[in-house]
């Protein structure tokens, strides 16, 4: 897992802030993060209560079913004794939770599925972070890249972080890695975007924050040579393709794409066209 430093975005980017306008928010991005109308609450790391919260984060909007979530907080246990360590987990999250809910308990259990109660105002950062990647991705098929480019902003400032793997399910597995290309593809617009703009500074810090996760996208490879070029450090693009090389020969014994192939050439060649 990469750091919350070269995940998150300089804080005020876009505006989004961990809890913004809601009374309970749940980060599973990155590090676990419960808050209270802003305000961290402690869980204790690894325990039921972060579990149980993981879990419910990243259901469905019916929630899991009873017989699911004591099987997977407590797989060795009776079913008599799960079911009351479940009730008690609920009840303490209450006791934490529901003044800032306005009374209402932060988990619903309503036939037989649990699931967070988004109603009374418990926000996920995981939920956020997929609405916004969503409209991003719609504003760019109809056009609007620089609207595109300013909700991309504000989902890669969420996501601080891969998702909390609580458990190690094989769909929690999938979810996690769903969500990281998701958030790298965003770099990727966020860098296309700058490149536009003549932000070259800009555009190859979000080639490289991708690179950071991913040394193998040769879409920010070559994001970087053409920035270098723009720049005016046309040898630094041309080193930068055998650095390419390099990373590509010891992951994968493969060589470069044809386009990072051709552009190599173009540098090398005929750098105003690039």
Known sequence: MQSDQ???????????VDGNGHP??????????LLRCGEPVAVRTGGKTQALLASLGTATRQGIPRE??????????EVSLASNALNNVV???????????????????????????????VAVDVDHFKRLAAQSEWLARTGDMLASAEVAEQA??????DLNNHGGTTQAIFERDRLRAICLGLFMRLADAAFERGEFE???SFALRLLAHDPCREDAHRMLMRCHVRRGERAQALRHYQTVKAIL??????????????????????????
């Open 6 to 16: 070269v995940w998150a975005l300089e804080r005020g980017v876009g505006g989004v």
């Open 24 to 33: 309970v928010w749940l980060g599973l991005l990155g590090a676990f993060r």
């Open 68 to 77: 699911a979530l004591l099987r997977r907080l407590w797989p060795e246990s």
């Open 91 to 121: 009840h303490a999250l209450r006791r934490s939770l529901s003044e800032a809910l306005g009374g209402a308990s932060p988990v619903v259990h309503n036939a037989g599925f649990y699931r967070l109660n988004q109603e009374a105002g």
């Open 156 to 161: 890669v400032q969420l996501y601080r972080g």
């Open 202 to 204: 800009t555009c190859a």
């Open 249 to 274: 020969r010891a992951e994968f014994d493969a060589e470069p794409e044809p386009a990072t192939t051709a552009l190599y050439e173009r540098v090398r060649l005929e750098p105003a066209t690039v």
